[in-house]
């Protein structure tokens, strides 16, 4: 049904699936459907987050679980299945990786220029895409720039189209943008005769895009909701002529009912009367699969919703979504007599590792190269400057620089996130912890990037995991219990003995937060109140004193937003009171990012430590604790601590001692 399908019989399509060798089976569908049968089959991708080539570019490393090139190759013997199929994108493919910033940050959108992404996605041969949230990342005239390239069209039906009263620019409908499309087919039923078809797609893009990119886009669009905009819009596709209608849904699938605004909305879209079939993504997940719970109008084994097929594609590539519909032509009208949805993965994961199950196609690669190469000098190069060593060598027993420079970031990020929503003006602080601090990792695993030069590729040092930011709004109370579960990473330690071990081995690194915003003290001669898996040990204990915000004793019933990552804000690490019910910011954006953003807008970063933390004194008694011996240049510029080389630690380490008298 793309267009290279059109003209080719059922004979050609045979001869060629067999040339292709086992790989090429033909679908059932396109085996046994009859004379007024039809095989439609529907490819998806989504979430590509400018993932093109197979490569991590924060790692500066191949990488065989992403890429549009891997999948590429799935597209290319999928398509030799079908006697009639149809590509199509569900949005957020154009931020996400080193390449994207590169684009909008460096090389630029100029006239007849194409966006790699796109370059790749013109290769291919897709149909249609949607939008996602993501493409407004980098403002309206940016994004417009790149789908001006495209060989395509574009379908979003829930933004900018004349909303009377509203502050939308002159209710002008997005540049390349339509609500819906009605693409004009041939397909090859089963006795091998040629029939003309319309095919209608409809796309939706969560609402939250007016808070994600308000600085881009208040004033300038407005944007309806998901389910809404489907009802209005889907009769009038009808009317046009649609024989079928696919939903390209960017939103994910949330088995709530509706309400409105909602974000993950597909459930309740494939409810809509007249849609056949449902594109979903947002959530970077899989469908059908375990990644979901079936439950009322969900089935996660099928792959249905409201019993309607659907898909989701994973991200960043890891998949090709599949619908395979059955049609039957009665009179004029198609109907769908059957469905099967499935995703197919370009890796699996075996001990650890991911291996790849095709290869990459080589002219998707050529269409991106130059920009590959381009994106790789990008994150070798440096981006901004940090005025203080970024390191994590002390980062377990005072504030310090590679946790201070996450706080900053996620502070300045979340800070502008509440503008506008009934948070603004909610004192914001952060919670970060280091996540490269030795341990099992070793002696060498230290984050330790010095004054100078910052490349992107040091911000994956800086911030390890591509976890996603999250803001959660919790009262002086629970900041408190927050830090009491930290300071469990300390062993208790008694007044008049010297060299008494810090650092409990058993509680791992990334579960001491460290939160900016207040000032506070850790009593070690006091016990632990959790355990190292966040059990309560003790309801009495208190190690967190002199709690304080703005210099003053900090108010337990006081409301406070706090920046973090989606792994604490969704229980990870079982903090008290910590968990979705709390959350009030549920960001697209990954830390990292929200890192290089704050880097490119300071362009020199100072990350001074400003011993915000500290150990509370206690009387003749002294700890020792190992650290990379990288430190020892930094030992003795830590703020708030008095630490004294004591010599060699186990296993390469360099040993330390602190004098906890006062
Ligand atoms: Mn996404
Ligand atoms: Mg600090």
């Known amino acids: 049904m793309s267009t290279r399908n059109i003209d080719q019989s059922r004979r050609t399509f045979l001869q060629s699936a067999t040339a292709l060798g086992a790989l090429s089976v033909l679908h059932p569908y396109s085996v046994f459907a009859s004379t007024g049968q039809a095989h439609l089959r529907i490819m998806e991708t989504t979430d590509l987050h400018v993932h ?29 299945e079908a006697s009639n199929a149809l590509l199509v994108d569900n949005g957020d493919f154009l931020q996400g990786n080193p390449m994207g910033d590169y684009i909008a940050y460096e090389r630029g959108m100029s006239e007849g220029q194409v966006h790699p992404v796109i370059a790749a996605m013109n290769t291919l041969g897709f149909d249609c895409s949607t939008l996602g949230n993501h493409e407004f990342n980098y403002g309206l005239e940016f994004m417009e720039a790149v789908l001006g390239g495209a060989e395509f069209p574009f379908v979003c039906a829930n933004v900018a189209m004349g909303n009377p009263g509203s502050t939308a620019r002159d209710d002008k409908p997005i540049n390349h943008v339509k609500p819906y499309t009605i693409l004009d087919r041939i397909v090859t039923t089963g006795d091998g005769t040629e029939h003309p078809i319309k095919v209608g797609l409809i796309g939706f893009v969560p609402q939250q895009i007016m808070n994600w990119d308000r600085r881009w886009l208040h004033g300038n669009i407005a944007t309806r909701d998901i389910v809404d905009a489907a009802e209005a819009w889907v009769p009038e596709m009808k009317e046009a002529g649609a024989d079928v209608v696919i939903a390209l849904s960017h939103s994910g699938i949330d088995a709530g009912s509706r309400s409105e605004g909602m974000e993950n909305a597909s459930l309740h879209v494939a409810g809509v009367n007249g849609i056949d079939a449902i594109v979903t993504g947002h959530h970077h997940r899989v469908f059908p699969g375990p990644a979901y719970e079936s439950a009322d109008g969900i089935d996660a084994k099928t792959g249905t919703l409201q019993g309607k097929p659907a898909v989701m594609a994973g991200f960043w ?21 059957s469905a099967e949805s499935e995703a197919r993965a370009i890796s699996e994961r075996v001990e650890r590792k991911n291996i790849p199950l ?45 946790v201070q420079v996450v706080s900053q970031a996620q502070t300045w990020y979340i800070s502008d996130m509440m503008k506008g929503t009934e ?5 914001v602080l952060s919670a970060a912890a280091p996540f490269k601090a030795g ?59 010297a060299d008494q071990p810090l650092i409990n081995p058993e509680f791992p690194s990334y579960n001491f937060d460290v939160i900016d915003g207040v000032t506070y003290e850790i009593d070690l001669t006091q016990p632990s109140k959790y355990d190292p898996k966040g059990e309560l040990l003790d309801a009495s204990a208190s190690r967190v004193v002199n709690l304080k915000h703005n210099g ?22 079982n903090f008290p ?18 890192l290089v953003r704050y880097i490119v807008d300071q362009g020199t970063i100072n990350p001074k430590a400003d011993a915000n933390w500290k150990f509370a004194s206690i009387k003749d008694a002294s700890v020792v604790f190992d650290t990379g011996p990288g430190g020892r240049e930094h030992a003795a510029n830590v703020q708030g601590v008095s630490i004294e080389a004591v010599g060699d630690g186990a296993d390469g380490f360099a040993r330390y001692a602190i004098d906890l008298g006062g």
Not at 370 to 390: I, S
Not at 559 to 567: C, E, L, M, Q, S
Not at 577 to 594: A, C, E, Q, S, Y
């Open 358 to 402: 095709v290869e990459s196609d080589a002219t998707v690669l050529e269409s991106v190269q130059a920009d590959h190469d381009a994106t790789l000098a990008y994150v070798r190069r440096a981006v901004g400057k940090t005025a203080a060593p970024l390191h994590s060598y002390f980062a377990l027993v005072a504030d310090d620089p590679s």
């Open 439 to 497: 341990g099992r990792g070793g002696p060498e695993y230290y984050t330790d990037v010095p004054v100078g030069d910052v490349a992107i590729k040091n911000v994956s040092d800086l911030y390890l995991y591509p976890n996603t930011v999250r803001a959660v709004a919790i009262t002086g109370a629970q900041v408190k219990e927050w830090l009491e579960r930290s300071a469990g990473i300390f062993n208790q330690v008694n007044a008049g003995q």
């Open 52 to 80: 093109v080539f197979p490569y991590d570019y924060y790692g500066d490393k191949p990488a065989d679980n992403v890429g549009l090139a891997r999948t590429a190759s799935i597209i290319n013997s999928i398509r030799a």
């Open 552 to 573: 003053n004793p900090i108010d337990e019933a006081q409301k406070f937003i706090v920046a973090t990552n989606n792994y604490r804000a969704g229980g990870g690490g």
């Open 577 to 594: 009171g910590i968990n979705d019910d709390v959350v009030v910011f549920n960001g697209p954006d990954t830390n990292r990012d929200v």
């Open 423 to 427: 948070w603004e003006g909610l004192p």
């Open 317 to 337: 590539g890891s998949h090709l979504g599949l619908i395979d519909l059955l049609l039957e032509k009665q009179g004029d009208a198609w109907s769908v007599l």
